[in-house]
């Protein structure tokens, strides 16, 4: 099965599911979120999150698929809150990419990540609620001087579930 086909094409005011980006802050894309998974894929989903999360944290079960076109690119922004706990996991397939992490206290503060194609990012502590993140777009797409070209880039992230106010 072929990502064209899993794949559904939603815009940034059609989903379901907000994870905070404001309207508009991702362009040249499509999403999904996929609960199913063959054996294979359940294997790395596996390595991911045993990685990631510490065992008994509870998680999304739905995996969120981002597909970023050549042109695509993801604007500051940081996930909601309120539907996305502590830890952000992501794989990047295809393509690799810049993220930029720019502290929202101080803009002046920043970094650049490089993420090569099939590599895995942990977004946990400040970098998860201090810094807003975003993937550059390929005419900035620049790590240590060197070009990083952008290609069509998927993305496979897995998220935990914010720890809910207890009831009063
Ligand atoms: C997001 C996001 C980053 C990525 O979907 O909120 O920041 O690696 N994605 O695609
Ligand atoms: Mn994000």
Avoid at 72 to 83: A, E, L, N, Q, T
Avoid at 114 to 131: D, M, N, Q, T, V
């Amino acid at each position: 099965m072929g990502w064209e086909w899993l794949l559904r094409a939603r815009g940034s005011s059609g989903g379901r599911v907000s994870w905070g980006w404001g309207q508009g802050a991702i362009h040249g894309f499509r999403e999904t979120e996929i609960a199913q998974w063959s054996e294979e894929s359940r294997e790395i989903l596996q390595r991911v999150r045993d990685e990631a999360f510490p065992p008994g944290m509870s998680q999304l079960s739905l995996v969120h698929v981002l597909d970023l076109d050549k042109s695509g690119y993801i604007k500051p922004h940081i996930d909601s809150v309120k539907f996305c706990g502590c830890t952000i996991a992501g794989l990047s397939l295809l393509s690799s990419s810049v993220m930029r992490l720019v502290s929202e206290q101080n803009p002046e503060d920043w970094m650049d990540l490089l993420l090569p194609r099939r590599s895995l990012y942990i977004l946990r502590g400040p970098a998860r609620y201090e810094f807003t993140h975003e993937i550059l777009k390929d005419e900035e797409s620049f790590f240590d001087g060197q070009k990083i070209p952008r290609e069509r880039r998927i993305s496979v992230i897995c998220r935990n579930l914010p720890i809910l106010p207890a009831p009063t």
